[in-house]
T-cell receptor, first 108, second 116 residues
């Protein structure tokens, strides 16, 4: 299985940027890096994905290391609604394996 | 669009009872998935399907059965409910892979199931 490692929890102040790290040292050349988040009592929600280049969308940015063994999800200006569990996942053959993710706490 | 719809939202079963968790999607996605999530844990893949008539096992298939007779529906069956199956069940769907790229999965809101 394609494994990822994330910190169990992180805190950030409201309206400040947040950098969520992820290690995936066993990534293979065809694995895409996906990020999902799960708000309380909801199903996971897709955030962003990428292969080699950094990616931006309306929700976040994804910075991928040159060797692809790590990546960072960047929330540019955290709000209270961004408090959630964030999952970093390697998508291999249309199957995604969830770890425990990082629980992000936003301080007002 | 409704997206992915799961029913029921909550259910309590007695040990040994059976039930079917329903999942329907209106996005014409080929791929559908069933996950379970135990408290404080990530999601574990139970079964998945790449199209009507095709299903395959995930990480934790024991105690469950699935069928996929249409593109839209992917029901999950529990034949003999056990306390270990108390969990939150999520259904998801996606478009198929284009080359090595995996399309994002769209999730339902879950079914909270308790086995007593």
């Amino acid at each position: 299985d394609a494994k990822t490692t994330q910190p169990n929890s992180m805190e950030s102040n409201e309206e400040e940027p947040v950098h969520l790290p992820c290690n995936h040292s066993t990534i293979s050349g065809t694995d895409y890096i996906h990020w999902y988040r799960q708000l309380p009592s909801q199903g996971p929600e897709y955030v962003i994905h990428g292969l080699t280049s950094n990616v931006n969308n309306r929700m976040a940015s994804l910075a991928i290391a040159e060797d692809r063994k790590s990546s960072t999800l960047i929330l540019h200006r955290a709000t209270l609604r961004d408090a959630a569990v964030y999952y970093c996942i390697l998508n291999r053959d249309d199957k995604i394996i969830f770890g425990k993710g990082t629980r992000l706490h936003i301080l007002p | 669009n409704a997206g992915v719809t799961q029913t029921p939202k909550f259910r309590i079963l007695k040990i040994g009872q059976s039930m079917t968790l329903q999942c329907a999607q209106d996005m014409n996605h080929n791929y559908m998935y069933w996950y379970r999530q135990d408290p404080g844990m990530g999601l574990k893949l139970i079964y998945y399907s790449v199209g009507a008539g095709i299903t395959d096992k995930g990480e934790v298939p024991n105690g469950y059965n699935v069928s996929r007779s249409t593109t839209e529906d992917f029901p999950l069956r529990l034949e003999l409910a056990a306390p270990s199956q108390t969990s939150v069940y999520f259904c998801a769907s996606s478009y198929p892979t284009l080359g090595p790229d995996g399309q994002p999965q769209h999730f339902g809101d879950g079914t909270r199931l308790s086995i007593l």
